[in-house]
């Protein structure tokens, strides 16, 4: 399993790609980079300088064999539209985390968050038989965690003073999950809700 690392997928449909990010990306998502983008996150990225260091840190984790960084990029204009990870990578215990994602204001409540999550998804079930997928996002990120139950994820609790923040906030995580068992009808509720952007 160590070769994922060191050579990781490309995952894709008609319309998006999932690329390894690499660090020529820094440029293409520092255009996109908004300070909306990290009022929750553990990192702020206000320069291109901080994003070259944001992009860098994620290839170390790769490199560490820990997680695997992705840039997504829209197929119609080879645009990078944002970014995702899979990360807490353990093949022993069939479980990851997806999470670190973000997109272009212009792309955020599009197809573009559901076609990512699930081609993600069927990656880590079906091709890396993954048996619990978890997200995680700070308590008051009221946004975030509504569009994690819309994919239908469920809620098991809250993780409190689970991380200190870059400004030294202290945040509560809410934790979500989706199994195995869960996975057939959550991947026919996401495959509905992409259709319906298709017919829009």
């Not at 909306?36 to 206000?46: A, C, E, G, P």
């Not at 215990?93 to 990512?116: A, H, L, M, P």
Request: charged letters at 25%.
């Amino acid at each position: 399993m160590f070769e994922l690392f060191n050579n990781p997928p490309t995952l894709e449909n008609e319309r998006i790609k999932l690329i390894p990010m690499q660090k020529g990306h820094v440029q293409s998502l520092y255009v996109i980079n908004d300070p909306s983008h990290w009022n929750y996150m553990l990192t702020i990225v206000k320069s291109e300088q901080e994003m070259q260091e944001w992009v860098s840190a994620a290839i170390k984790l790769r490199e560490q064999q820990s997680a695997l960084p992705f840039v997504v990029l829209l197929k119609e204009t080879n645009q990078v539209v944002g970014t995702t990870k899979m990360s807490y990578i353990d093949f022993k215990q069939k479980s990851c985390e997806i999470g670190s994602t973000w997109y272009g204001t212009d792309f955020q409540r599009t197809f573009v968050n559901t076609d990512t999550k699930l081609l993600l998804l069927t990656y880590c079930f079906e091709e890396l038989k993954m048996i619990r997928v978890q997200l995680k996002t700070d308590e008051r990120n009221l946004r975030s965690q509504k569009a994690i139950e819309r994919l239908g994820a469920v809620k098991e609790g809250i993780l409190r003073n689970e991380r200190i923040l870059s400004d030294g906030y202290i945040r509560n995580a809410v934790v979500y999950s989706i199994t195995n068992q869960e996975w057939k009808t959550v991947k026919k509720g996401l495959i509905e809700k992409r259709n319906s952007y298709s017919a829009s």
